[in-house]
Each structure stands twice: as C-alpha cells, then as structure tokens.
C-alpha cells in the first residue's frame, strides 16, 4: 500500500504554519507567517514524495520514492559497502548555504532499494533505516526522518529513536506541548537517559507540576551540570532572574523552552542551529529583528525555507524617516541583515524604475560583500521580474540576469543577457556587460557535450582587464573548470595560459583521501556513495566556499554518472556565490 506524504516546495503551494500566528513580525498585518514550515503530522522535503515499500527485504529497504523529477535508482548502493557509507551518511553537510546540496542528501537519504553491502556476519535489520533517519533529523528535517521510521514500525522494525524524533516536531511546533510530554513520560518511565529527565522538567512545568520539577531540575544540576542553557532556561520558566548569553549547541527543547519563557533567542544561537531551528528563532517575536533576519536570511540559504518569507522579513522590518529617506547613505552604517532589509524596503517602495534598479544593484553589491547574494537575489526576485529588459536599463542587465539565475529563471535571465549583446555592437558598456555575463549563461544553458567557445572566453577576459589580478584569475579558473566538469572540451592552451598566474587559492580543499575515494566510487560508477563523497567534497563551506578543483571534481563525478540537474544546480550556486 502506498500513502501520500505532501512535501515543502520552495516557493509551491500554500504552506503550513510550524510558529503559532501571534509570532508574526511585526508589521505584518496579519498576513500568513513568514517562515514556513511543516505541522507535525507531515513530512517534507524539497519535493512531494510517495511513501511505498517495493520489495519485502526488510526495514532498511525502505524509503520514501520521489514523485517529481527524476528518482534514483533502487541500485545506488550497489558495489558500495556499508560500513563506509554508514560513516558518510552520520558526516553529512548539515546546514551549507546551499539548496543544491540538501536537495541532494534528501533524495539519497529516503531513495529506497537494498542496502549496501555488509560485512560478513551481517548487520542488525533496521540499522541502516536508522542511519539515514538520524542524518535526516540532524540536517533539520524531522518530519522526514519521523516518516522513515513510520515506515519501519509498519514492517515490524521499532527504532529507539523515533519517540526523540516525533518530540521534536512537537517542541518546534510549539502551543500544544501533550503529545510530546506523552512520549517524554514513557521514556522516563523506560529509564531513559538525561535528555527525557531534562524533557521531563519542562512537561512537568508546563502541565503545573512545580514541586516536581523543581525535584527534577535540582537532581540535573548535579548529574548533568554541563547544559547550563537547559538549568538557566528552567529556572526563568520558574521565576528565576536569569540571563542567557549563549546557546551554542541548541535543540528542539531549547527552543520550546525559550519559548515558554518568553525569553530572546541569543544571536551566537545562530551559528548552531541547524536549519529547521532557524525557522523558530526567525518567528521569535521575543527576539530582535537583526536576529531574525539573520535567521530567516540562513535558512533561505540552506533551502528550508521559500525567498517570500525573506522579503516578508524585510518588508516588517521598521526604519526611522532619515533612514528610509536616504537608504544607500543609511545602510553603510547597519549591520548585514538590517542593510539589506532597508535597501529591499526602499526599492520596494521606489515607483521610479531607474532609481529602484538602482537600490537593487545597492542591495546586491550588499548581499556580495556578505557572501549572501543568491539569498536577497531570490528575495528580490518580486521586484526584479516587473523590470522589462530596455535599452534605458542596460547597465542593469549584469544584475538582473544573476538574480534571475538565481530565482531559477534562465529565460527571463536571457533577455537581459541578449539586450546587453544586441546593444554591444555600438555601446562598449554594454558589450562588457554582455561578455562579462557570458560564462554564467553557459552554465545555466549548458547542453551536454557543448562546444567550449574560446572567442568568448578571450573576450570574457578581456572584459575583466585580462587574467593580469588574482581576482580574475580565480573567476577564469571559476569558470573553465565548472564549464569542463559540465561537458565543455577546454583547450590545453586555456589551462597553460592561466597556469602561469596565482597558483593557490584560499578556500575549502577536501582531503586527498576524499579526492582519490570520490575518484574511484565514480570510476566503478557506485552512483550513491559518488554523491555522498560529493558532498562530503564540498563540506559545510558549501559550493560558494569548496576550492574551485574541488567543485569541478564533484561536478564532474555527478555529470559522469548521469546527476546532470543536481551538478547544474551545483555549478551555478557555486558561480553566483563566488561572483563570477
């Protein structure tokens, strides 16, 4: 039997509520919350899936097959063994700024088919259902790995971690505490470990059951006085005075807790949260706005939550008259998420297409120096689409075309990028704009096996001044290599000439271990560890961070084994976010 499970779409059909509707921005008028995510009851994932058991071999068989785009074979563990992906999939990218890469672990993580190979003697049934339910749940997505583990209950597997799981969607939820304190209770009644007797303070406090959690909270201080955000949090909810300055390693609990308590999310929380967590510190009306803009910002990177929810964040951001009167001047004093959210408010307000296109390029060189710009590009993408490409606005056309890259809009890209060439035979700025768009657009349009056009590479290059500096020295190392890791035949000569300018670069380099394992999974065409190596290639430093060798492997390797839309996606992150 075959059960439907609706999915998150990154900008689809109408989403459901996870923060109760009083922690709206302000400013928002009532309008459906801006960060969007699951009930409790429903997993999700970047696409709608089918929940369906295809051979009866056990629980670690299962999975939750994709309806929309192209499934992945129920062979992508062949020849690979299990041990070694087991410890690949628990070292998982866990939050990279990159929607690429987690569309990719999703579908690895509940593609259904056999196992890997084990080692001899055999592997506990169900273990390798656990594997992936936990890297799920690590990665933010609970309500998948809480399906996963459904699946495995109706085949008779019962995995200790589900009951975490499932209190988990329920203390990000949120308002009705009762079924997650229902799982709490009978885990403290099995003797479970110092996280039940944590959750049960807090279901004890919740339910009005002081004297007793006071009893709990007090035997914690002393068995586990490590957590001293969970002790400080307890004693605010039972009216202590205090003060929490850090959150470094935050959970579900915490985040319930500080909810309880009406207390602001501390901004290093940020930096630990993985992206499902995200969703609740933006909607914490307690918390102040640069911190959720930051929130919201992050999650939007990682591809957890629509770009609407971003330009809802930025449009409720509030700004003295002086500030909104000259935003450019203004925002060079303001923190990163507050500058741009100015720099979205004035252009949105801005009636005059020259002078809002003029904001936007503002905004965009903002979000570029903070290393964010597929993120306000996508949440600009509303007030970019209402520009018609004409030739008055051609010296906007460099920005636009990116953006509308980045909002997954190639065609709409495309009429800038030809206004800019067709204006190029008579206007030098904009022939520079057009070859300078060049590269990008070949990658976004690219064709496999496509011709490598070295006229136009010359030409790229002379529009950047020659490979004279680093800077562009990097960008021509950028785009050679995405071309040919995507089919392009680049000369010998091409590579030889940039050879002789910078020889290293400051970035993220996999290991040559990973190097030489990611080669050989893709010689012996093991499809499911190659994208596993991939993104353990890539790291958390995500395409826009991985050194350039790095990202032509990776991309490569997926194109070699027939991945041509997640290394396309791969590609153009990477080129958007390193500015080419």
């Not at 988990?168 to 470990?193: I, K, N, S």
């Not at 640069?290 to 990682?302: P, Q």
């Not at 075309?401 to 030098?428: D, M, T, V």
Request: glycine letters at 10%; a negative charge; proline letters at 7%.
């Amino acid at each position: 039997m075959v059960s439907t499970v609706q999915a998150r779409a990154q900008d689809g059909d109408g989403p459901v509520r996870l923060i109760p509707a009083e922690s709206e921005p302000a400013g928002s008028s009532g309008e459906p919350n801006p960060v969007d995510a699951p009930k409790p009851a429903a997993a999700k994932s970047g696409a709608s899936v089918e929940v369906g058991e295809l051979e009866a071999v056990g629980p670690d068989s299962l999975g939750l097959a994709q309806t929309a785009g192209e499934p992945l074979p129920r062979t992508l563990w062949q020849r690979s063994q299990r041990p070694f992906v087991e410890a690949l999939i628990a070292r998982l990218p866990r939050g990279a700024a990159s929607p690429a890469m987690r569309a990719l672990a999703i579908r690895i993580l509940i593609s259904p088919g056999p196992p890997p190979e084990g080692p001899e003697g055999g592997i506990a049934s169900g273990s390798f259902l656990s594997v992936r339910a936990a890297a799920l749940a690590g990665m933010g997505e609970y309500e998948l790995a809480g399906a996963l583990l459904r699946e495995g209950a109706a085949s008779g597997f019962v995995d200790p971690m589900r009951p975490r799981i499932e209190s988990d969607v329920y203390f990000l939820a949120g308002g009705d505490y009762g079924p997650a304190c229902t799982h709490v209770r009978a885990e403290v009644q099995r003797g479970g470990d110092s996280y039940w007797q944590k959750a049960l303070v807090f279901c004890q406090i919740v339910a009005g059951e002081i004297e007793a959690a006071r009893l709990g909270l007090d035997l914690l201080r002393e068995s586990d006085p490590g957590d001293t955000a969970f002790l400080a949090l307890a004693d605010a909810l039972l009216g202590a005075k205090t003060k929490l300055d850090k959150l470094p390693d935050p959970t579900p609990l915490h985040f319930a807790m500080l909810r309880q308590a009406k207390k602001a999310v501390p901004e290093g929380a940020i930096a630990g949260a993985n992206p499902a967590l995200l969703r609740v510190v933006a909607a914490s009306a307690d918390s102040p706005m640069k911190v959720r803009l930051a929130a919201v910002e992050a999650a939007e990177a990682a591809g957890t939550v629509p770009a609407q929810s971003v330009a809802r964040f930025y449009a409720a951001a509030e700004f003295k008259k002086d500030q909104l009167a000259n935003p450019i001047t203004a925002a060079e004093k303001l923190e990163g998420p507050l500058a741009r959210a100015l720099l979205y408010r004035a252009a949105e307000a801005e009636l005059a297409p020259e002078a809002r296109a003029k904001l936007l390029q503002a905004g965009f060189a903002r979000a570029r120096q903070d290393g964010l710009f597929p993120t306000y590009a996508r949440a600009a993408f509303g007030l970019v689409s209402k520009f018609d490409a004409t030739a008055d606005l051609f010296w906007f056309a460099g920005d636009a075309a990116r953006a509308l890259l980045a909002a997954a809009e190639p065609a709409a890209a495309g009429r800038w990028y030809q206004l800019a060439s067709a204006l190029g035979a008579a206007n030098p700025e904009a022939l520079a704009i057009a070859d300078g768009l060049w590269p990008i657009m070949t990658l976004a349009n690219a064709a496999p096996k496509q011709a490598f056009d070295a006229a136009r590479f010359e030409a790229w290059l002379e529009a950047n001044s020659g490979s004279a500096t680093p800077e562009i020295g990097r960008r021509a190392n950028l785009a050679l290599s995405l071309m040919q890791a995507s089919g392009a035949k680049v000369p010998p000569a091409l590579w030889r000439s940039l050879a002789l300018g910078a020889m290293n670069e400051a970035a993220s380099v996999a290991t040559p271990a990973v190097v030489f394992a990611l080669d050989d999974a893709i010689g012996a065409k093991r499809l499911g560890e190659t994208a596993l190596l991939g993104l353990a290639a890539l790291g958390e430093a995500g395409p826009s961070g991985a050194a350039t060798a790095t990202l032509g492997r990776v991309v490569a390797g997926l194109v070699a084994l027939g991945l041509d839309q997640p290394a396309r996606a791969l590609a153009l992150e990477a080129a958007l976010g390193k500015s080419l």
